[in-house]
């Protein structure tokens, strides 16, 4: 079955401080790997899309990471700031055709002052 | 461009009321996405659509629930009747070709059914 786990499920952090979300995934085959920052009341909004052969990509403060023979992946946020709170949700598309979507439920982080 | 567009915002209905769902999704875009977020399950796939032709529907949870796309710039999702068990947010996206650019999620339907 492909799943995509995500941990932590929650944390709290300092602004100013960094923080790294892992994302574990068992989808086969492999197309891309995507995540999302969510805000609360709003819809995700993709921050970065890896392919196969691409290990790491970053979007400013964000830096995102693919090791696609471990299936894991992580997302840095570097000196965190108080617009940062939100879920971070991993996305891998399945590479079967269809392009189906798994989701992971999310790291849900609070960046306090 | 508007990005894409849903509505109303938020819905509270009693429960055996029907509810519909509306998205306009971004011009251009040939696929359209419906999905249900809950805190439980995270984000699922109800059903999605190709130049207006529904592809997948394995997602709708029941026959209370249908889609239409009658067009390429206007889609509804509809639970008739509705139960407290759909109280979810609702989001629907677009994108073209189905590629992860440009893939666009609405800012969703926050849906309460008492």
């Known amino acids: 079955k492909n799943q995509v786990e995500q941990s932590p499920q929650s944390l709290i952090i300092l602004e100013g401080k960094n923080c790294t979300l892992q994302?574990?995934?068992?989808?086969?085959?492999?197309?891309?790997l995507r995540w999302y920052k969510q805000d609360t009341g709003r819809g995700p909004v993709s921050l970065t899309i890896?392919?196969?052969?691409?290990n790491t990509k970053s979007n400013g403060r964000y830096t995102a990471t693919l090791d696609a023979d471990t299936k894991q992946s992580s997302l840095h946020i570097t000196a965190s700031q108080l617009s940062d709170s939100a879920s971070y949700i991993c996305v891998v598309s399945v590479g079967d055709g269809n392009n189906r979507l798994a989701f992971g439920k999310g790291n849900q982080v609070v960046v306090i002052p | 461009d508007a990005g894409v567009i849903q509505s109303p915002r938020h819905e509270v209905t009693e429960m055996g009321q029907e509810v519909t769902l509306r998205c306009k999704p971004i011009?251009?875009?040939?696929?359209l996405f419906w999905y249900r977020q809950t805190m439980m399950r995270g984000l699922e796939l109800l059903i999605y659509?190709?130049?207006?032709?529904?592809?997948?529907d394995s997602g709708m949870p029941e026959d209370r629930f249908s889609a239409k796309m009658p067009n390429a710039s206007f889609s509804t999702l509809k639970i008739q009747p509705s139960e407290p068990r759909d109280s979810a947010v609702y989001f629907c996206a677009s994108s073209f070709n189905n590629l992860p650019y440009g893939y666009t999620f609405g800012s969703g339907t926050r849906l309460t059914v008492v």
């Open positions: 890896m392919t196969f052969s691409e």
């Open positions: 994302c574990n995934y068992t989808v086969s085959p492999f197309s891309n």
């Open positions: 659509f190709n130049n207006n032709v529904p592809i997948d």
């Open positions: 011009s251009g875009h040939d696929y």
